[in-house]
């Protein structure tokens, strides 16, 4: 069985929540012929979404002056049932629901009851860390990302169903106290979403209603939004696009549910986030001009960035950009938000001054896929308008050339880390700068100097570069990314962060070394956590040529890990300290809310005759078992009581039924495999064995 790095939720829910990200490039040969042309249709660009990319169905809209003025859908509804997709259909729409905290907030701000400088602690007393610096973060600073917070205090927070579960929000407070900060608060912007579970709850303690009920009475209900809603709500959850399994498509899933509404959590249409949209043309006034004005302010340029130009990263209060390209290049300003669960995905874009928003929404795919259909709605809409004479055409492609190195790039050379990833970086005899993924030799870029201190990759889509600032050594990527026949975008971010190299007391490497190959397996995942689509193991590394680090975490005593790099944007995203520790002589280990457990103490499910049963201990951990050759092709039948699920899989990983996906509380058991059950502490769960699938008939 393969395991994967030490990356934990990194790993697990780096899908989740995310704005728009690089695009997959294909060879230069190809993408020469394929620079989509400006005069392709846009709802011609959301079908090819469909036909070559994968996504199971997408919802556009275009609304103009408060009149929706396009509005569409491609592929499917469902696989299997026989039913249109309309512009009613609902989406869950995922860190979207941002703008939604972030207008409550503002909303609040207008009203006297919130100052977006004042500390969070005077809105949530009991808010603690174990960091004095918590006290300075500021309301303003998780609208910008700038809290200095460690990112996603996830676990649980994605599940299939279960309305009723609020875990993600609960226990956040919880998990806090126990956190530190990877930054100072205002130091810098970096994607943060645990920011906007806290401002949810401002929302909700400043104005004494529930989150739901609030942006209902606040926004959907005034701008007539009639297909919003939350999980809290009650409504027709048969509306909600059907979704499908990633490694198996064939297989439809359960309705998501993300339990942090103000994070991620709110389903939407097209057309409705396209009317939310006037919230920030004016054309309501619901916010005051100074308060809207404010959430489209270059809120990034407070702390350490990069030049500013105009990209896909840009925050403002709540929005990814505020001067989303290629607008800039028509004198426009354009705020976007982006939107990622596991399985849907949306983009909304608002141009303020024109009075034009563009949402896109989909079932499978990406939303950086849905912001490049939502950009070409309202070029066309602009060139309709007579607001632009006509859609610039993309640059073409140019070759690099190879240029000698003309300074010397040796001082650079050593390890650098992201959130999620650790690379070797270095300049060969070929004067060629190489990129090795320290835990995976095989992925290795290998770029050409081509001057001005820049290497590009053979193609000329991607060009790094080296950045000294605030006493760190970053890297630096610029990438033209283009999905050929839907569009393309340019972006340049941080990428990696260059760390300190130091040798490991032998005392403590000892230790780390006798840890080095050993797998972990998630323990505290719900029965119905999306975590469990693949098995939730890891693992790590440690070797000479990597020094004290797992991944971007720095080794500083026999049982820590702590998270070491700063970097700006969204590669300093969603870090974690590790703790290791033992109990009733089992090794575990924390990372922020998830906690993992040496596969070496997981026993082997009980083969020994037709009936077993299981008890979830005290402390609510799942139940794990290996599956040994005397139980494979056993057909074994679960008896689950009500909140308890089971997950199998086989001896690559790969899941044979969640019980919450399928309803079936049958499998065929796999040697080699693992099997999981979770449930409420206390709880007993009956088994029955069969010999084969036949005998179980």
């Not at 098995?535 to 080794?555: C, E, H, M, R």
């Amino acid at each position: 069985m393969k395991h994967t790095p030490m990356r934990i939720l990194s790993a697990l829910l780096a899908a989740a929540l995310l704005t728009p990200a690089m695009l997959p490039a294909r060879a230069a040969d190809s993408l020469q012929d394929a620079l989509t042309a400006p005069s392709v249709p846009a709802a011609t660009r959301a079908q090819t979404l469909v036909d070559q990319y994968g996504v199971t169905s997408v919802q556009y809209a275009v609304m103009t002056e408060g009149e929706i003025t396009e509005s569409g859908q491609a592929g499917v509804y469902s696989k299997t049932e026989d039913r249109a997709l309309t512009a009613d259909t609902l989406y869950g729409i995922g860190s979207t629901s941002k703008m939604f905290t972030t207008a409550a907030v503002m909303k609040l701000v207008d009203a006297g009851k919130v100052d977006l400088d004042a500390p969070v602690t005077a809105y949530i007393p009991e808010f603690t860390m174990a960091d004095a610096r918590y006290k300075q973060i500021t309301v303003r600073m998780l609208l910008n990302h700038s809290s200095g917070l460690m990112g996603s205090t996830l676990n649980d927070a994605f599940l299939y169903g279960d309305a009723n579960n609020r875990d993600g929000y609960t226990t956040l407070l919880e998990d806090l106290k126990t956190q530190r900060l990877k930054a100072d608060p205002g130091a810098f912007s970096v994607y943060c979403n645990d920011g906007f579970t806290l401002a949810e709850m401002i929302v909700e303690r400043v104005s004494g209603q529930p989150f739901t009920e609030y942006i209902h009475d606040t926004f959907t209900q005034p701008l007539g939004m009639e297909h919003t809603v939350t999980p809290a709500d009650d409504f027709a959850h048969s509306d909600i696009a059907r979704v499908y399994d990633m490694v198996d498509p064939t297989l439809e899933l359960p309705e998501e549910m993300t339990h942090v509404f103000g994070t991620g959590g709110i389903y939407s249409t097209a057309e409705d986030l396209c009317r939310f949209g006037q919230v920030f043309t004016g054309e309501s006034d619901i916010l005051s001009d100074a308060a809207r004005q404010a959430t489209m302010n270059k809120e990034y340029l407070r702390g350490q960035w990069l030049e500013d130009h105009a990209d896909s990263v840009g925050y403002g209060l709540g929005w990814d950009a505020v001067n989303q390209a290629p607008f800039d290049q028509y004198g426009m300003q354009a705020l976007c938000k982006g939107g990622d669960t596991l399985a849907m995905h949306a983009t909304l874009i608002v141009l303020p001054e024109q009075k034009i928003s563009a949402a896109v929404l989909s079932s499978g795919g990406s939303s950086a896929y849905n912001t490049l259909v939502a950009v070409q709605l309202i070029l066309e809409q602009l060139r309709q308008d007579g607001k632009i004479d006509e859609i610039k055409a993309p640059e073409p492609l140019a070759a690099p050339v190879k240029q000698a190195l003309d300074r010397d790039f040796s001082s650079y050379e050593g390890l650098y880390a992201n959130y999620g990833s650790l690379y070797r970086v270095f300049v060969d005899a070929d004067d060629q700068l190489n990129l090795v993924n320290a835990y995976d030799l095989s992925a290795h870029e290998q770029l050409l100097y081509v001057g001005d201190g820049r290497f590009s990759d053979q193609n000329g889509i991607m060009t790094y570069r080296f950045l000294e600032q605030d006493g760190k050594t970053y890297l630096v990527i610029s990438a033209r990314s283009i999905l050929p026949g839907v569009g393309e975008t340019d972006t340049t971010q941080y990428f990696a962060q260059k760390l300190d190299t130091y040798a490991l007391p032998e005392d403590i490497k000892s230790v780390w070394q006798a840890r080095s190959g050993r797998a972990y397996v998630l323990v505290n995942a719900a029965y119905n956590a999306e975590t469990l689509a693949t098995l939730p193991i890891s693992g790590f590394i440690l070797d000479d040529t990597i020094g004290g680090y797992l991944v971007n975490a720095k080794i500083i005593d026999a049982n820590n890990a702590q998270a070491a790099v700063e970097i700006p944007m969204m590669y300093g995203r969603d870090l974690y300290d590790y703790t290791f520790y033992t109990e009733n002589g089992v090794e575990y280990f924390k990372a922020g809310d998830t906690v993992m457990m040496n596969t070496a103490a997981v026993p082997a499910l009980y083969a020994g005759g037709s009936h077993a049963h299981l008890t979830i201990p005290a402390n609510g951990y799942g139940r794990w078992f290996t599956i040994g050759e005397a139980l494979d092709g056993k057909r074994l039948t679960v008896t689950l009581p009500a909140d308890c699920g089971f997950a199998a899989y086989d001896a690559n990983g790969t899941r044979l039924n969640q019980s919450a996906v399928t309803g079936d509380n049958t499998v065929t058991l796999q040697a080699g495999g693992y099997i999981y059950f979770a449930g409420p502490a206390g709880t007993r769960i009956d088994m029955d064995f069969a010999a084969t699938p036949a005998d179980a008939a």
